[in-house]
């Protein structure tokens, strides 16, 4: 299992676009939870070059790998509200998540009214993408990833209430989401409802 970047306590994302602050992200990839801890340890606090980043934790993360993890309330998402999922991923993460009630965690399913924020987020990184390379976007368009590339047209059809529309939903999902974390000390949910997509594409769907 990998783990890659970690906005925003991690590395400024400098080598990107302008307009991607939100957006794009570095990091190194771990294979471990103790490893990505000690990244975190390495990494971790505020940078010049990015006023996304946070203050360094007092607690280190390492530390926290040794303490147990029972009693921790965990919040259980299979759907990350109503989002379609794969019947083996679907499975693969039930049982990881059950894993945690042999460690004493609470563990709790929850029905999150959440919506699909895939259309907001394709705008954005769509208008960003669109502006940041709009000096060499002929060049670009050679050189990036194929499916990425046809996408690029919608670009030219949004509108700045798009993009308005897509960060203000952004905004209300954080604000949906954000109570449950008064009341759990995690969320679990798969990283993607999909298995591996083919290469060259975004999905089953491009």
């Not at 990184?125 to 996408?151: D, F, H, N």
């Not at 905004?171 to 009341?183: A, K, N, T, V």
Request: with cysteine; net charge negative; glycine share 6%.
């Amino acid at each position: 299992e990998s783990v890659s970047a970690f906005y925003p306590w991690g590395t400024p994302h400098v080598a990107y676009p302008r307009g991607w602050e939100s957006l794009a992200h570095q990091g190194v990839i771990t294979r471990t939870v103790r490893d990505t801890a000690l990244a975190l340890d390495v990494l971790a606090g505020p940078h010049p070059k990015d006023r996304w980043s946070l203050p360094r934790p007092e607690r280190s993360f390492v530390s926290a790998c040794t303490q147990e993890a029972r009693g921790l309330r965990l919040a259980w998402s299979p759907q990350l509200g109503h989002l379609p999922i794969e019947p083996d991923v679907l499975a693969r993460c039930q049982q990881a998540a059950m894993q945690f009630e042999q460690l004493g965690c609470h563990v709790t399913q929850v029905d999150l009214d959440l919506p699909d924020l895939s259309p907001a987020q394709q705008a954005i990184v769509l208008c960003e993408a669109a502006a940041g390379m709009r000096s060499r976007r002929a060049e670009w368009e050679q050189v990036i990833y194929p499916a990425t590339r046809k996408l690029l047209p919608n670009s030219d059809r949004l509108t700045y209430d798009d993009l308005l529309q897509a960060h203000w939903a952004r905004e209300e999902y954080w604000e949906r989401i954000g109570p449950l974390f008064e009341e759990y000390d995690a969320l679990l949910t798969p990283t993607v409802p999909i298995t591996a997509p083919a290469n060259g594409t975004l999905g089953p769907k491009v």
